[in-house]
C-alpha cells in the first residue's frame, strides 16, 4: 500500500498544474462580437465597442477587464447577385487579476451565406 501511495505521489508530482483565470464578461447584450466571432460584418456599417469591468471596488490589485472590439462587412463586387459576404473583425482585451496580468489579441472572419 505504501509503494502504491509512493507511485502515486511520484508521477502525480512529475506533471504540472496550471490553472485558468477566463475573464469575465457582463455585457453581452452590448458587444456581440465578443462572444461569438460569427457575428462580425452582420451590422450594415463599421462597429467599434469599448467597455471594462471592475471587480472587488476598494480592495488593492482587484480584477480588471478592458475590452476594444470592432467588426465590419466586405461586400465583394462579384459575389454572384450578393447573396453572400464575408466580415471581419478584432478584439483587443487586458485581463488584470492581483499579480498576473494577461493582453490579448484576436482576429476573425467570417462568411455569411442567404
Not at 490553472?19 to 457575428?39: G, K, S, V
Not at 465590419?72 to 482585451?93: C, L, S, T, V
Amino acid at each position: 500500500m505504501r509503494l502504491i501511495a509512493l507511485t502515486i505521489l511520484f508521477f502525480g508530482g512529475a506533471f504540472a498544474i496550471h490553472a485558468q483565470q477566463h475573464p469575465l464578461y457582463t455585457h453581452h447584450i452590448f458587444n456581440d462580437y465578443a462572444i461569438n466571432p460569427a457575428f462580425g460584418g452582420s451590422g450594415e456599417c463599421i462597429e467599434f465597442r469599448l467597455g471594462g469591468r471592475t471587480q472587488w471596488a476598494g480592495f488593492e490589485e482587484n480584477p480588471f477587464t478592458g475590452f476594444l472590439t470592432g467588426h465590419a462587412k466586405i461586400k465583394p463586387d462579384n459575389a454572384y447577385g450578393n447573396e453572400w459576404f464575408m466580415g471581419i473583425g478584432g478584439r483587443i482585451m487586458s485581463d488584470q487579476a492581483g499579480p498576473f496580468s494577461t493582453i490579448r489579441l484576436e482576429l476573425g472572419w467570417s462568411i455569411h451565406l442567404k
